[in-house]
């Protein structure tokens, strides 16, 4: 029987960052991913404190923020890739009435730090943007499929990784931790994204579907090197190739790219730039979402030494660094969780 701290189920930014937990805190850990689901792998990445629709600042952004990229780096530097790309975020304006509404919040004591009060003038013909851009300050992307891919490949070198189906109905559980085959463990955390479907220790969660579909295209003449953000994304990545994105659908939880999301991609597209480009990929996944945008973190109601994190919603990169470490100081240092962020909030879980 092999004894380590913890089982963690899931490895997409959630799994990911409580595994960094527990490596700065000497915990010994295995990880169970099977790849079913590719919210991570597939994301934008984008790490962004503004909500970009309203001009409000992110909630906890600036604590989001401090966490999440250190722990990037240090990523980068234990693991030798780089993942993180400071790149600016222009924000397309519409009117002249959302001019205004940009500068009347750039003086909004959380916003000032974040939206340049700089106007800036459209000078690519290529982009359709009369009422030129506002930039987002202390933005960037995170290329989460190639962090996904180094660090399964760290975990799976130190025997850390297992690439299978986590089944939950082979789990056993005591008053001392679990046991699951032949691992007994202190505790369990669930880090399985919309994967929580199976899990019937948490099937009644209150996390919803939200699936979104990205293209990228390849745009030789376009050569931007800031994301722009109008009715939908456009990210640069490297060689003339963009992420386009990304659709929002909370009816379809079917895993597969749509051709209905292809087409209201490129409409929107075609409003935002006038120049030739091929369509050269389609990535879909599930985002795991909460009504109140809040994430999941907690304690099992019933079963001790059993945890949850998930809920991470539209904004993974920057959340899951944070509430990782909140799960962690809840479990090993007795600290209270934010109700705003418990699961307890919620009264709905199954005992089975
Ligand atoms: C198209 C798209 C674009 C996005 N763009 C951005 C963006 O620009 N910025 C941003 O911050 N966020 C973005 N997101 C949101 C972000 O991707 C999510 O918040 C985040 O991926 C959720 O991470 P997670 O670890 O909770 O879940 P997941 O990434 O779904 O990871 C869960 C993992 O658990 C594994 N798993 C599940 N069940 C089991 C089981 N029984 N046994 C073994 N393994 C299991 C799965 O295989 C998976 O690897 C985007 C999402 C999508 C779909």
């Known amino acids: 029987m092999e004894k380590v701290d913890y089982i963690i189920v899931g490895c997409g930014l959630a799994g990911i960052s409580f595994c960094e937990q527990l490596k700065a805190n000497n915990k010994t850990f295995v990880v169970y991913d099977d790849k079913s689901q590719l919210s991570s792998t597939v994301a934008g990445g984008l790490y962004n404190p503004v909500v970009l629709k309203r001009f409000t600042a992110v909630w906890k952004s600036e604590e989001q923020l401090a966490l ?17 790309y400071k790149v600016p975020v222009y924000r397309k304006f519409a009117s002249l009435e959302e001019q205004n509404d940009w500068f009347a919040a750039s003086d909004k004591p959380r916003l000032s730090s974040y939206l340049s009060t700089k106007l800036i003038p459209n000078t690519n013909s290529f982009l359709n943007a009369n009422y030129g851009f ?44 679990v046991q699951y085959n032949n691992i007994s463990a202190k505790h369990i955390v669930f880090c399985e994204g919309f994967g929580y479907k199976k899990n019937i220790y948490f099937d009644n969660f209150p996390l919803v579907a939200t699936k979104g579909e990205l293209l990228k295209i390849h745009a030789p003449l376009l050569k931007i090197d800031y994301v722009v953000k109008g009715p939908v994304f456009i990210i640069p990545l490297q060689d003339d190739i963009y992420y386009v994105g990304a659709t929002y659908n909370s009816k379809d939880t079917t895993p597969g790219v749509t051709e209905e999301a292809k087409m209201s991609l490129l409409e929107k597209l ?25 994430p999941l973190v907690g304690l099992h109601p019933i079963n001790n030494n059993m945890y949850v994190l998930n809920g991470l919603g539209t904004r993974g990169v920057m959340i899951a660094p944070y509430i990782a470490k909140k799960l962690y100081a809840f479990i090993e240092e007795g600290a209270a969780l934010d109700p705003e962020i418990d699961i307890r909030r919620f009264k709905v879980f199954k005992n089975k």
């Open 270 to 294: 075609d409003t935002m730039i006038n120049t030739s480009f091929t369509v050269v990929d389609q990535r879909a996944g599930i985002r795991p979402t909460v009504k109140d945008r809040r």
């Open 134 to 177: 506002g930039e987002v300050l202390g933005t960037g992307r995170l290329d989460v499929a190639t962090l996904i891919n180094a660090y399964k490949k760290d975990l799976k070198s130190k025997n850390r990784l297992k690439e299978e189906a986590f089944l939950y109905e082979n789990l056993v559980t005591n008053l001392e931790g």
């Open 68 to 84: 999440a990229l250190p722990m990037y780096k240090a990523i980068e530097e234990e693991l030798h890739v780089k993942i993180d």
